[in-house]
Structures are given as structure tokens and as C-alpha cells.
């Protein structure tokens, strides 16, 4: 086999592999449920990776005391599993219980655990200092989705970081049977800006 044909190859398999993501891409994107998350944004920026809005939802950060009631033991790395439910009055999508398997049913996220700790519940004391409650320690997860960066142009990016504050962001995320999600697109003050793929 000759060098050229190699080369032709070798570019074949790749815009294949290249051309297989963006349809798997597509799928998971037309195919979950939609779900909308309220998210906090910050604008960092990287020479390598361009210009892009960080994501913080509240599924980032869960109470274990609140939504695992098994008691499940969870360590760096392991997959979680986070039911959600819809707020009727709002229309964002929040956490409902955590599974360390996927429970079979209803809506359900997929994430990996980045740390477990525990944080201490302060409470006033009777000289109106604070103090630890020791017997109510809070352990906490901080868990990622693949949700947690939102590439832009630089001027959008900058104009997402000023929003911030003033505007009400959601995240537009579809979610698949599997619980893999996908980012579709933001929502800004009620006015949905979903992203194109071609």
C-alpha cells in the first residue's frame, strides 16, 4: 500500500469517526427530554479552548441528607444518578433523589462524582455568636454532567457574563432514556436561544 493511498485512508476513517459523533450528537440532542435547569454564569477564558461560560446549577452541588435517604456511599469517579422533577410554578427542573444506579423510571440524569464532604449546619447560639450544630453535619457531592461549559463567541461569552446578574438563565439541556444529557441552548428572560449544529 503506498503512502497516499495510507493518507486518503487514514482521512477517511477520521471525517467517519468525525461525522459519527456529530450524528450521535444530533440524536441524543432530538431524541431526550428537554429539560431547563437555572444556572449562574461566569466567563472565563483560555487561549486553547477560545471563549466559554462556566455552568453552575443546582444539581451541581447535592445534600446527600436530603436526596439520598439510602444512604448510598459514593467515591470520586462513580456514576450518580439524579432523578428530577418539574417546579409547576417556574417550569426548572431540580433534584428529586440521588440512586447510585439508574432507578428504572422517570426523568433521570446521569453524572460522575467529583468529591464528597461534609459541610457543618451553623447555628446561633444564645450570645447571638454562631456555632457548629455537631448533630447535624451535611454531607454534600459536588457532581458533573458534561453541562458545565458553554462555548461562545468571545462578544457573546461577555455579553452572557454581564447578564448574569440582571436576567434569568436557563440551561436547555436534553436528556436521553440513559440519562447522558446534551446542551441545546440557553434560555434568556424567557426567550429561548438554542444553538444550531450545522
Known amino acids: 500500500m503506498t503512502v497516499s493511498l ?33 444556572m449562574l454564569a461566569v466567563d472565563p477564558r483560555d487561549p486553547l479552548l477560545g471563549h466559554y461560560v462556566v455552568i453552575e446549577t443546582p444539581l451541581h452541588r447535592l445534600d446527600l ?6 444512604g448510598n456511599e459514593y467515591a470520586r469517579g462513580d456514576d450518580v444518578y439524579v432523578t ?10 431540580t433534584a428529586a433523589r440521588v440512586h447510585a444506579r439508574h432507578p428504572g ?14 459541610r457543618s449546619v451553623w447555628v446561633e447560639a444564645d450570645d447571638a455568636a454562631h456555632t457548629r450544630d455537631q448533630d447535624d453535619p451535611r454531607e454534600e457531592m459536588r ?24 436576567a434569568q438563565l436557563r440551561l436547555i439541556v436534553s436528556v436521553s432514556a440513559s440519562g447522558d444529557a446534551v446542551i441545546k441552548g440557553l434560555e434568556i428572560d424567557g426567550e429561548d436561544r438554542l444553538d444550531t449544529l450545522f
Open 65 to 70: 441528607n436530603e436526596y439520598d435517604p439510602a
Open 105 to 118: 423510571d422517570g426523568v433521570v440524569i446521569r453524572g460522575k462524582v467529583e468529591r464528597v464532604y461534609t
Open 6 to 38: 495510507r493518507l486518503i485512508l487514514a482521512a477517511a476513517v477520521m471525517t467517519g469517526v468525525l461525522i459519527a459523533m456529530a450524528g450521535l450528537h444530533a440524536a441524543n440532542r432530538a431524541g431526550g427530554t428537554e429539560i431547563r435547569l437555572d
Open 143 to 166: 457532581v458533573r454532567y458534561n453541562l458545565e461549559r458553554y462555548y461562545a463567541s468571545q462578544d457573546e461569552a461577555l455579553a452572557l457574563e454581564r447578564l448574569r446578574d440582571g
Open 84 to 93: 428530577l422533577r418539574q417546579d409547576d410554578g417556574t417550569g426548572s427542573w
